[in-house]
């Protein structure tokens, strides 16, 4: 069993910036690929970043695409995901998500394990 939590969310002003934690239990951590998603009010979850478990390869959603970063410190059991040049619409949940695969994925059905979200928000 993986138990993800993640921390760093909050309010911040459009063009402004915010890194996002996510610490998870278990040795197996290394052999996770992991996912961020985000859901807005009235909206169904989306891919936003994958990382393999090398941080070799990731996949990003095209609206975050050079702006956001994915990275993760095995070490540490914790994946981050750097945002900057925040727009409003950037405003969601963010969840933390793990799979029990090598390969990254942007389908939010091929992860097995989730967080419980940090709260995003973006004023303009």
């Known amino acids: 069993q993986v138990q993800l939590v993640e921390s760093g969310g909050e309010l911040v002003q459009a063009g402004g910036s915010l890194r996002l934690s996510c610490a998870a239990s278990?040795?197996?951590?290394?052999?996770?690929?992991m996912g961020w998603f985000r859901q807005a009010p009235g909206k169904e979850r989306e891919f936003v970043a994958s990382i393999s478990w090398t941080g070799l390869t990731t996949y990003y959603a095209d609206s975050v695409k050079g702006r956001f970063t994915i990275s993760r410190d095995n070490a540490k059991n914790t994946v981050y995901l750097q945002m900057a040049s925040l727009k409003p619409e950037d405003t969601a949940v963010y969840y933390c998500?793990?799979?029990?695969?090598?390969?990254?994925?942007?389908?939010?059905?091929?992860?097995?394990?989730w967080g419980q979200g940090t709260q995003v928000t973006v004023s303009s």
């Open positions: 998500a793990a799979r029990r695969s090598s390969a990254p994925t942007m389908d939010v059905s091929r992860y097995d394990y």
């Open positions: 278990g040795r197996a951590f290394g052999t996770f690929t």
